[in-house]
């Protein structure tokens, strides 16, 4: 069983940034495919970004459309940790934050393809 903690979410002004972590459990951390996902009142859990790794291509990353050239997702697979960089926040990006594991290389971009969830964190970005 894997567990995922993360941390770093908070109240802030629009344009400001805040970076997300999330440590998890699992033994062989690199071969986890990782993601965040995030969720606001009333409205279904939405792809953020995700990052895969390999011993040959080192990270691959991937964004929503929406995020994209805002925010920055890394991994650190000696610290068994993700990473979400979040600049230029706008209030539509409030939301509960979650990360997500798969134990497998390949990332996707659907919430179901995930075994493993932490418990959010709440993002408010302010106007």
């Known amino acids: 069983q894997v567990q995922l903690v993360e941390s770093g979410g908070g109240l802030v002004q629009a344009g400001g940034s805040l970076r997300l972590s999330c440590v998890a459990s699992?033994?062989?951390?690199?071969?986890?495919?990782m993601a965040w996902f995030r969720q606001a009142p009333g409205k279904e859990r939405e792809f953020v970004a995700a990052?895969?790794?390999?011993?040959?291509?080192?990270?691959?990353?991937y964004y929503a459309d929406s995020v994209k050239g805002r925010f920055t997702i890394s991994r650190d697979n000696a610290k068994n940790t993700a990473y979400l960089q979040m600049n230029s926040l706008n209030p539509e990006d409030t939301a509960v934050y979650y990360c997500?594991?798969?134990?497998?290389?390949?990332?996707?971009?659907?919430?179901?393809?995930?075994?493993?969830w932490g418990q959010g964190t709440q993002v408010t970005v302010s106007s």
């Open positions: 990052v895969s790794w390999t011993s040959w291509t080192g990270s691959n990353t």
């Open positions: 699992a033994r062989a951390f690199s071969v986890y495919g």
């Open positions: 997500a594991a798969r134990q497998l290389t390949e990332v996707d971009r659907d919430p179901a393809a995930y075994a493993y």
